[in-house]
């Protein structure tokens, strides 16, 4: 069993930048693949990031490549996301997820545990 707290949201203006952290209980947290998803209001929940068991592999959806970057500190038990250049369209609520993979992994299915969520929103 893991639990996932993230932490970090926040109201930020267009080009600003937040850094969302996860922490996860357990002593397995380098056995998981971590990610960050989001839900925007009447959308569907979407891949933003991942990160493979010991954080040298990572993955990125198009519209965050280049702005935001995912790490993860496995003495920590702790997944970021730093996010740079802001967009009112980056505006949603933000979950991190475990999957019991080592490898990256977009696929929703994939992960087995899942954080309550952070607001993110992006004024313009």
């Known amino acids: 069993q893991v639990q996932l707290v993230e932490s970090g949201g926040g109201l930020v203006q267009t080009g600003g930048s937040l850094r969302l952290s996860c922490a996860a209980s357990?002593?397995?947290?380098?056995?998981?693949?971590m990610g960050w998803f989001r839900q925007a209001p009447g959308k569907e929940r979407e891949f933003v990031a991942g990160?493979?068991?010991?954080?040298?592999?990572?993955y990125y959806a198009d519209s965050v490549k280049g702005r935001f970057t995912i790490s993860r500190d496995n003495a920590k038990n702790t997944v970021y996301l730093q996010m740079n250049s802001l967009k009112p369209q980056d505006t949603a609520v933000y979950y991190c997820?475990?999957?019991?993979?080592?490898?990256?992994?977009?696929?929703?299915?994939?992960?087995?545990?899942w954080g309550q969520g952070t607001q993110v929103t992006v004024s313009s």
């Open positions: 997820a475990a999957a019991p993979t080592r490898f990256t992994t977009t696929y929703q299915g994939d992960y087995a545990y």
């Open positions: 357990g002593r397995t947290f380098s056995s998981y693949a």
């Open positions: 990160i493979n068991w010991s954080g040298t592999s990572t």
